[in-house]
C-alpha cells in the first residue's frame, strides 16, 4: 500500500483482557518495527522484524507481550492479561533502508480499564 | 545503550527562525533524524543527516551536526504556526533501531 496501515485507530479493552494489533506495512519493505509511545514521552522500541523473523525483541516489557509477523508482511502484536500501565500509542515503521529512515503508521491508541 | 536527549519545550514568534536542539550519546552513530509529530498524528519524517556530513539544507530546514560534542541541531527559518508541532530527534547507530528523545514542543504565536 501507499502508506503504513494500523488498526484498529482505537482500542478499549479490560484490564485482564487480550489484544490484537495489526500493522501493514509499505509493500516491500521487509525491516517492520513496533514502537509504544506513552503520553509526553518519545517512541520506545519493542520489536524488529527483517522478514518473517525477529531480529531483536529486547524491547519488549515482558512475556505478555509477543508479536508475529508470518509471511514477512503484516504483523500482530499480541497482548496477554492487558494490565493498565499498557495503555498507551503503539506505532508500527516499515524500511526500505537505512537512509530511508522509518514510516511509521498513525498508530494504535490502546486504553486498558 | 543509545541516550537522545532534547530540550522539552520552544516557543517562538511566526517569522523568527526556531532552532532545536538535540544531544546524543553513541559516537559510532551513523543517520540521524528529525521527525514531526502534530496532535493525534503519527511520526513525519522531515529530514535526516548522515554522519558524515556536518550540514543538510532542505527548503526552510537546516540540519546541523557537530560529531565532536555529538550535538545535531534543526533549524526552521521563517516559522509559521503550521510548524507547530513535537519534534523528535532519533539516532540509528548500527544496531537494529532507532532511539528516540522525548521530543520538543514547539509553538508558534502570531
Known amino acids: 500500500g501507499a502508506g503504513v496501515s494500523q488498526t484498529p485507530s482505537n482500542k478499549v479493552t479490560e484490564k485482564g483482557k487480550y489484544v490484537e494489533l495489526r500493522c501493514d506495512p509499505i509493500?516491500?519493505?521487509?525491516?517492520l518495527y513496533w514502537y509504544r509511545q506513552s503520553l509526553g514521552q518519545g517512541p520506545e522500541f519493542l520489536i524488529y522484524f527483517q522478514g518473517t523473523g525477529a531480529a531483536d525483541d529486547s524491547g519488549l516489557p515482558n512475556d505478555r507481550f509477543f508479536a508475529v509477523r508470518p509471511e514477512g508482511s503484516v504483523s500482530t502484536l499480541k497482548i496477554q492479561r492487558t494490565e493498565r500501565g499498557d495503555s498507551a500509542v503503539y506505532l508500527c515503521?516499515?524500511?526500505?533502508?537505512?537512509?530511508?529512515?522509518?514510516?511509521f503508521g498513525s498508530g494504535t491508541r490502546l486504553t486498558v480499564v | 545503550g543509545e541516550d537522545v536527549e532534547q530540550s522539552l519545550f520552544l516557543s517562538v514568534r511566526e517569522g523568527d527562525s526556531s532552532v532545536i536542539n538535540c544531544t546524543y550519546t553513541d559516537s559510532s552513530s551513523t543517520y540521524l533524524y528529525w521527525y514531526k509529530q502534530e496532535p493525534g498524528a503519527g511520526l513525519q519524517l522531515l529530514t535526516y543527516?548522515?554522519?558524515?556530513?556536518d550540514m543538510k539544507q532542505d527548503q526552510r530546514l537546516t540540519v546541523l551536526l557537530n560529531k565532536k560534542d555529538k550535538h545535531l541541531s534543526l533549524r526552521i527559518a521563517d516559522t509559521q504556526t503550521g510548524d507547530s508541532a513535537i519534534y523528535f530527534c532519533a539516532v540509528f547507530s548500527g544496531y537494529s533501531t532507532l532511539t528516540f528523545g522525548k521530543g520538543t514542543m514547539l509553538l508558534v504565536s502570531p
Open positions: 509493500s516491500g519493505h521487509t525491516a
Open positions: 543527516i548522515f554522519s558524515n556530513m
Open positions: 515503521a516499515s524500511s526500505g533502508g537505512q537512509g530511508d529512515g522509518y514510516t
